[in-house]
């Protein structure tokens, strides 16, 4: 057995102080997680489809409760950008919240088409919360049948 | 208080094999009643269907049947029916029940019976 210096335990080293900061950082990011005050995330991410055939392609959004006036959809070369805000109704007064799972604020949705589209052509139809991009294939994109003389 | 707080017991769920979908809802009280917002995009009108047993409030949103649209490139969105359930407060009159469907925003308005609603009593 050999003597060992004591050393109190409430005493030891710098490291506690280490410790400290570290529990301190970790209920910073903590409060930075809950950090805006709406309770609700930054942003929502709207589900969203993409279906292709010879003359077009089709990219369905979901968009439930926003209203048309509330979005934007734009394209930039092959890259077709949806984005708006779902607002949240006025809080009624007197009222209390029970649930609130449903997600407002922003929302930024890019999808890169699978094919050269027509800019010129697109066409938007939004119905039952549901939006629908229609974008008609730029013609060297659509599939040609090109007659082989054998001979 | 049991208030439209529980909602998809497991009862609810067993009664058809179908894969269903829990939309997104915000419950509000005010002293009136209350007023429930469920999200279902892709459901029409009349795709809805509400329907009140046994002290549950039972909604179900059926898809409007989708055209064609060709190859499917990426797929997230979901084409199952969407299904909650809602053990009903019984201060609600399920008589005054009425509810809108916008966007695929389903909204509904829970009246209480005129006997539970809060009042002011004047004194003579």
């Known amino acids: 057995m050999s003597i060992i210096k004591y050393r109190n335990p409430e005493l030891t080293t710098w490291s506690s ?4 900061s570290s529990l301190r950082d970790l209920l910073d990011s903590a409060f930075q997680l809950a950090g805006n005050a709406s309770g609700f995330p930054e942003n929502w991410t709207p ?20 209203t048309k006036d509330d979005f934007d959809i734009s394209l930039q070369d092959d890259v077709l950008t949806i984005s708006g805000e779902r607002k949240a109704e006025a809080e009624q007064r007197g009222s209390e919240s029970f649930r609130s799972e449903r997600y407002f604020g922003t929302f930024t949705r890019s999808v890169t088409l699978p094919s050269p589209v027509k800019p010129d052509e697109v066409k938007a139809a939004y119905q039952d919360g549901v939006l629908t991009v229609t974008l008609p294939k730029a013609e060297e994109a659509k599939p ?3 007659q082989v003389n054998l001979e | 208080m049991s208030t439209l707080t529980a909602c998809n017991p497991a009862s609810a769920t067993q009664s058809r094999r179908i894969d269903y979908i829990t ?11 209350y007023t ?4 279902m995009p892709g459901v029409a009108k009349d795709g809805v269907e509400i329907t009140v047993e046994d002290g549950k409030l039972t909604l179900t949103g059926r898809r409007a049947e989708e ?7 990426y797929r997230e969105r ?3 029916e969407y299904r909650r359930v809602f053990d009903l407060d019984p201060s609600i009159d399920a008589g005054k029940i009425t509810a809108s469907m916008n966007q695929g925003l389903l909204t509904v308005r829970l009246q209480k019976s005129e006997a539970v609603k809060p009042r002011k009593i004047t004194v003579a």
């Open chain 1, 17 to 20: 102080f280490d410790r400290l």
């Open chain 1, 47 to 66: 589900a969203l489809d993409v279906f292709e055939d010879e003359e077009k392609v089709t990219v369905r959004v979901e968009l439930a409760g926003v």
């Open chain 1, 144 to 146: 040609r049948k090109i």
């Open chain 2, 23 to 33: 939309p997104r809802a915000n419950l509000h009280h005010d002293g009136e009643g």
């Open chain 2, 36 to 39: 429930l917002e469920l999200e």
């Open chain 2, 67 to 73: 055209q064609s649209y060709g190859r499917p490139v």
């Open chain 2, 78 to 80: 979901s084409q199952a």
